[in-house]
């Protein structure tokens, strides 16, 4: 038999269906119940700054993009390690004894890995980031009363304060705490499915020099899957009519967005998605 236009046609268009009847089901499978976890997040958690209206102008579509943050780490050094060492050998990373140009080197050109990642929702570490700030602030204003005329510790206590502010009232309470290979064993360190979400995020290497010129290797991990999150039609017109977070002369770091509260789910393949979104007060 001869391979006509038809056909290539139907192949094509009976491929087309077949990949996403494949695309359906792994969605339905994702949100079967029970989900893994379920996490109540805000606009503090759920950005809709760049990705609303990239989506809303180009197919009508609202994808918000899920905020986390790390820990502080305990050296305060600056540096893109948010994985030691250890915890990179855990994950199956080559982990040199000792360190120097070539051993670096060869750190450094180890390929990126898939890792499960956990995220803890206003839990110990937004607790302690909350006391570093509050810790931070006080010791400016004492600072600044020692010297009421000094114009820089003036500022300071100012930026101290506004950092705070931030803190308690506008920043993601979201945070990565621990990272693995094993999703039993992860559920059975962090068993809350309201407080911790799992995800699969990449991992990859990272090295610099610290304090006293010395080698500091580890690694840095992020989750692809939170940058586009589709709110579902039946929720768009409440979306746009959300009410508007309102200036605040203390709170000159808080987003001007829409104000709401969100239940997202994530499921059986560790997906979220929306489950409930509704307006908050400013």
């Known amino acids: 038999m001869n391979w006509t236009r038809t056909h290539s046609l139907v192949s094509g268009l009976g491929l087309i269906v077949l990949i996403n009847a494949i695309a359906l089901a792994g969605v339905a499978w994702n949100r079967s119940e029970p989900a893994d976890s379920s996490l109540q997040l805000s606009e503090r ?38 994985l030691n060492a250890a ?34 929702l206003d ?10 700030a509050q810790e931070h602030y006080e010791t400016s204003n004492q600072l600044y009363e020692l010297a009421p005329t000094n114009e820089k510790l003036q500022r300071e206590r100012e930026d ?34 309201q407080r911790y979400a799992i995800m699969r995020g990449k991992v990859r290497v990272y090295s610099h020099k610290g304090k ?12 692809p899957g939170v940058r ?23 709170r000159p770091y808080a987003r001007q967005g829409k104000v709401f509260s969100a239940e997202v789910a994530f499921g059986k393949r560790l997906e979220p998605w929306f489950v409930q979104l509704q307006a908050r007060q400013p």
Do not use: C
Request: proline share 5%; net charge neutral.
């Open 45 to 82: 958690e759920l950005s809709d700054s760049y990705s609303y209206w990239r989506w809303r102008n180009e197919n009508n579509g609202i994808a918000l993009r899920l905020d986390y943050r790390w820990p502080r780490s305990e050296a305060d050094d600056n540096s893109y390690i948010r």
């Open 87 to 120: 915890k990179m050998a855990e994950l199956g990373f080559s982990v040199p004894s000792e360190l120097d140009q070539e051993s670096v080197e060869r750190y450094r050109r180890q390929l990126d890995r898939d890792a499960l990642l956990v995220l803890e």
């Open 123 to 132: 839990g110990p570490s937004y607790q302690r980031e909350l006391k570093l």
């Open 160 to 193: 101290a304060r506004k950092a705070l502010e931030h803190e308690r009232h506008s920043a993601s309470r979201l945070f990565i705490v621990d990272a693995g290979l094993d999703l039993h064993s992860l559920r059975t360190r962090y068993p809350d499915r």
């Open 212 to 223: 006293g010129w010395r080698w500091q290797i580890g690694g840095h991990a992020d989750i």
């Open 228 to 250: 586009s999150i589709q709110l579902p039609q039946r929720w768009h017109a409440t979306f746009d009519n959300l009410p508007r977070r309102q200036e605040h002369p203390d």
